[in-house]
């Protein structure tokens, strides 16, 4: 809402997992998976600045905004008009 951040993260391929169907050394994540987010201690991975989704992103400090928005009766018709 108040500023502006990036996710700058890397691309992993592990060396030691077989992808079952080809055999091969195939598996890669991000950093930012959800997977390699579960896995952190819980301080560093609530460093992480945004809630992700397969086709969206949005800041926690909106979607914590929007979500008491949303549970106090404002929807979101009155959410967008107020903007």
């Not at 997992?17 to 952190?40: A, D, G, H, M, N």
């Not at 201690?41 to 992480?48: I, M, Q, R």
Request: glycine letters at 4%; proline letters at 5%; charged letters at 15%.
């Amino acid at each position: 809402m108040d500023s502006t951040f990036w996710i700058i993260g890397y691309h992993y391929c592990c060396a030691h997992c077989i992808y079952v169907r080809s055999e091969k050394k195939t598996i890669t994540f991000q950093s930012w998976s959800p997977k390699i987010l579960v896995i952190l201690p819980p301080a560093l991975s609530a460093e992480f600045p945004a809630h992700l989704s397969h086709c969206s992103r949005i800041s926690k400090t909106l979607f914590s905004f929007m979500k008491s928005c949303f549970q106090n009766g404002m929807g979101s018709k009155q959410f967008s008009n107020a903007l």
